[in-house]
C-alpha cells in the first residue's frame, strides 16, 4: 500500500489526509469530492524552490494552473511564492479574483483572443508568451493603440517530444504549439518582435511533454536553446534574460511509476544551463519552470460512494461509483492509470479483483481496470488517489452530472474552497424555448 503526504490510516481503521478521517469527509461532504493534502502542495512547492535557492540561481517556479485552477489554489501557489502559468482569460480571472500579484503571471496558448490579449495587458502581467505570428500581430497592435510595453517571452519547439521514459528527436516537431527552432521560424519570430518598440523580448520558453521522469529530455531542449541562443547573440546581439523550459516532471500514479525528487530536475536542468552559459559565454540566464501535475497530482484524492456492481462470470465484475468521467477524465481521454483503496478499510484483505466503473451513460467510462480490493460492502467508499491534476480542471456536466465540491485538509482541519453544483446550477444558463 502506497501512502502520498500526510495519508495514513487512522485510530478507527480509515483513511485519514491532512489529519481528517475521509469517510468523515464523505459523510460532511458528501461524494463524489475532491480532497486535497495541503501540506502535501507546499512540501512540493517548497522542494522545487529551494533548490533553485541553495543554489543560487535566479528562477521562478509557476504553477501551471491548468493542472487545478480555483481561487483558493492561486491563493496557496501565492502563500508558497510560487508565481502563475494561466492559458485563457478564465484562468487569468480566477488569478486576479484571488488577488493573485500581476506581474508573477504568465499567458500562455496558442490562439488567445484580442480580448484575452487586452486583459493581460489591461492588468500589467509578468509576461505573455507568443506563441505565432498571428499572436504576435495581434499583441503589437493592442500595445500600440493602448501605448504600452509588454514583456514577453517567445515559445519555441526545440524538436524533443518527451513522454515519461522515451523522448523523440525531430527535426522539426508537429505541434500546434510555437515557432520551430529548427526551420528559422523561431529567429523569424525574434527579429519581428526585437525592434519592436512595445515588447521586451525577456528570453525563450518550450514545453517538452508531460510525465516525463528523467532529464534528459529537458537537458537537450536546453542545449538546443542555448545553441541558438550563442548564435543569435552573434548575429542579432540578442541575448536572453530568460530560459523557461515548462513543465511536464513526472509523479507517481501506480506503482509501475518511478518518478525522480523535484530537487533532482532542478539541480540537473541548472548545472546542465550553467556548463551550458559558460561554453557558450553567455550570461546565466533566469530559469523558470511550470509544474502543474507535480505540485498537485499526487496531493488530490477523489472519494466516491460505491454503489452498483456487475458480475460476468468468467469475464468480470464491476463496481459502479456516483462519479467517473465527469469528474475525472483521463481515464477515458488517455488510458490514465489510478490505485484505489476503501477509504472505510484500506488495510483490508484485497480478495477479488474488479473494475471501477463510472456512472456515465458511456461504455467507455471507466476509471479504474482490474483493481484487487476486499468484497464490497455497503457502505464502502472508493478512495482514488492522485486525481489531483486535470480532474477538477476536466470536470464536466456530461449527463447533467454536477461537479463535486473540493475540500482542502490541512492539520487536522477540513475547508470548503469549491461548492458543490446543485441542479439549480445545471439549469442556470438554460433560457426556455418560449
Ligand atoms: C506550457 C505548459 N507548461 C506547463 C504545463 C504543465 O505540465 P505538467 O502538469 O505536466 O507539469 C503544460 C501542460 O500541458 C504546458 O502546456
Known amino acids: ?233 552573434e548575429r542579432i546581439g540578442f541575448e536572453s534574460e530568460v530560459l523557461n523550459l515548462g513543465g511536464g516532471f513526472g509523479i507517481r500514479y501506480t506503482k509501475e511509476d518511478e518518478p525522480i525528487p523535484p530537487s533532482q530536475y532542478v539541480s540537473e536542468i541548472i548545472k546542465e544551463v550553467k556548463k551550458l552559459a559558460g561554453e557558450y559565454l553567455l550570461k546565466m540566464p533566469e530559469i523558470w519552470i511550470e509544474p502543474g501535475r507535480s505540485l498537485v497530482g499526487d496531493a488530490g484524492i477523489t472519494l466516491y460512494q460505491v454503489g452498483a456492481s456487475k458480475d460476468v462470470p468468467g469475464v468480470r465484475k464491476y463496481l459502479a461509483v456516483d462519479g467517473g468521467m465527469s469528474d475525472n477524465i483521463r481515464p477515458a481521454l488517455y488510458q490514465a492509470k489510478y490505485e484505489a483503496v476503501f477509504a472505510n478499510r484500506p488495510l483490508a484483505q484485497a480478495s477479488e479483483t474488479v473494475s471501477i466503473a463510472g456512472k456515465c451513460c458511456e461504455s467507455g467510462d471507466m476509471l479504474i481496470w482490474d483493481l484487487p480490493l476486499p468484497e464490497q460492502e455497503d457502505e464502502d467508499i472508493l478512495a482514488v488517489f492522485c486525481t489531483g491534476a486535470y480532474g477538477y480542471s476536466m470536470a464536466n456536466n456530461y449527463n447533467r452530472i454536477p461537479r463535486p465540491a473540493v475540500v482542502f485538509v490541512e492539520n487536522g482541519k477540513a475547508t470548503l474552497v469549491v461548492k458543490r453544483e446543485t441542479y439549480e446550477d445545471l439549469v442556470r444558463y438554460d433560457l426556455p424555448l418560449k
Open 1 to 233: 500500500m502506497y501512502f502520498y503526504g500526510t495519508t495514513g490510516v487512522n485510530k478507527d481503521g480509515h483513511l485519514e489526509i491532512g489529519g481528517v478521517d475521509a469517510v468523515e469527509l464523505a459523510k460532511n461532504f458528501g461524494t463524489p469530492l475532491y480532497v486535497y493534502d495541503v501540506a502535501l502542495i507546499r512540501e512540493r512547492a517548497r522542494g522545487f524552490k529551494q533548490t533553485f535557492e541553495q543554489q543560487n540561481v535566479r528562477a521562478q517556479v509557476a504553477y501551471a494552473s491548468k493542472a487545478f485552477s480555483t481561487v483558493a489554489m492561486v491563493q496557496l501557489a501565492e502563500e508558497e511564492g510560487l508565481s502563475l502559468d494561466v492559458v485563457s482569460g478564465g484562468e487569468l480571472y480566477t488569478a486576479i479574483t484571488a488577488g493573485f500579484p500581476p506581474e508573477k503571471i504568465h499567458f500562455h496558448g496558442n490562439n488567445k483572443s484580442r480580448e484575452e490579449l487586452e486583459m493581460a495587458v489591461d492588468q500589467k502581467i509578468g509576461c505573455i508568451v507568443v506563441d505565432n505570428f498571428y499572436e504576435m500581430e495581434l499583441l503589437k497592435a493592442i500595445c500600440l493603440e493602448k501605448q504600452v510595453k509588454t514583456n514577453i517571452l517567445l515559445r519555441v519547439t526545440p524538436g524533443i517530444e518527451a513522454h515519461t521514459h522515451d523522448y523523440i528527436l525531430t527535426g522539426q516537431e508537429d505541434s500546434k504549439f510555437g515557432f520551430d527552432l529548427q526551420n528559422g521560424q523561431a529567429e523569424n519570430a525574434l527579429t519581428a518582435a526585437l525592434p519592436f518598440e512595445h515588447f521586451n523580448v525577456l528570453g525563450i520558453h518550450c514545453h517538452i511533454g508531460s510525465q516525463i521522469f528523467e532529464t534528459t529530455g529537458f537537458i537537450l531542449a536546453a542545449q538546443k536553446i542555448v545553441e541558438k541562443l550563442a548564435e543569435w547573440k
